[in-house]
Nanobody, 119 residues
Framework: VQLQASGGGLVQAGGSLRLSCAGT????????MGWYREAPGKQRELVAS???????YYGDPVKGRFTISRGPPENTVYLEMNSLRSEDTAVYYC??????????????WGRGTQVTVSS
């Protein structure tokens, strides 16, 4: 499985960005796709995830502001980020797993994409 992420960038506080993650290869193995993020000096945290059955998880800091959804195209997930705050600044990593995303772990990783929110 290969994951291709895109969509990061620089935005002012209160603005919006959308991240995309497309899976290719042996994608039948994937049950859950989502996003982790890493900010300087902080632990990696799970931002949001979506299982094949449609179960959605959001980390507490992003609830009500971020929305994860599934494509089309197939095996693509999107992360719509609204009302962005400076504390959302981080490198965001698309991730996928045969079971679920938790504990900072994943079976497959995409390249990180930088999200910077200026205040």
């Amino acid at each position: 499985v290969q994951l291709q992420a895109s969509g990061g960038g620089l935005v002012q506080a209160g603005g919006s960005l959308r991240l995309s993650c497309a899976g290719t290869g042996s994608t039948r193995s994937i049950n859950t796709m989502g996003w982790y993020r890493e900010a300087p000096g902080k632990q990696r945290e799970l931002v949001a995830s979506l299982t094949g059955r449609g179960y959605v998880y959001y980390g507490d800091p992003v609830k009500g502001r971020f929305t994860i959804s599934r494509g089309p195209p197939e095996n693509t997930v999107y992360l719509e980020m609204n009302s962005l705050r400076s504390e959302d600044t981080a490198v965001y990593y698309c991730a996928a797993d045969r079971f679920r995303l938790e504990g900072g772990q994943a079976d497959w990783w995409g390249r990180g994409t930088q999200v910077t929110v200026s205040s």
